[in-house]
């Protein structure tokens, strides 16, 4: 049987009832809110044959650790996306995709930054999403919340040992581009519509330097004003959305 892991917020929770409203136990509501956006929730869920519960403010904060809620708190059973790395890029050869796209996050400790990733890698159709077990942060309530649903959809594998998870993507013929600030080449140097993994590390401190190592090539992306970098989650999307767009120019 699955664990029991509970969602908040109004994406998290309507994303898994609109993709696996079987997996959800049961989803708890503050009745006192009797606004539209309200009112949709609860009329998709009872349409989905959800359990739901009346719970005031106070309950659903101690069920999710949060006041960030919005009024809705689901317990749901986990779902597994895939069992492993090699099993996941396997099924996706298999499917005849040949040009994977994989985020990889080095150092990314906040949980709210890995949420953005996860929802920027989800809009970007990433593959998979790549972390060190340490030095990371986990998939919790919170993760799942500021993910607005993508937790429940985008593949994240924490690893032990990232340089040799790295290299094993390169044997697969995968080109593991990192990010650095003190590089010329731009992410717009560079051809991304082959197989790649991107490489993004916590901004100010950046990949760690055994990983900037394992990398193929290193890119920057241009800063034209006083800022140094970008967030993760922001830097990400430049990164994603820039290889998206080559791919399709490119289709």
Known sequence: MAAIKVLFGFHAVGVRIKTDAAS???VYFDASRRDMRMRQFVARAKEAQVRLIE????????????????????????????????????AVEAAGNDHP???????IT????????????DGAGVQAVIAPKDHAAGINATVAKVASGAA?????????NLARTLNELKERQIWVIGTSDDVTNTIYDVDLTGPVALVLGAEGAG?????????????????AGAVESLNVSVASAVCLYEARRQRRAKA
């Open 55 to 90: 719970a005031d403010g106070a309950r659903l904060s101690k069920l999710c650790g949060s006041a960030g809620h919005q009024g809705v708190v689901a317990r749901a059973h986990d779902v597994q996306l895939a069992t492993s790395l090699d099993d996941l890029l396997d």
């Open 110 to 121: 906040d949980p709210h930054n890995l949420g953005a990733c996860l929802r920027v890698a």
């Open 24 to 26: 959800v136990v049961e």
């Open 152 to 160: 429940e959809t985008v593949p994240y594998f924490m690893v032990t």
């Open 101 to 107: 796209l994989i985020l990889v996050l080095d150092g």
């Open 207 to 223: 990949i760690r330097q055994l990983t900037r190592k394992t990398c193929d090539e290193l890119v920057s992306i241009p800063m």
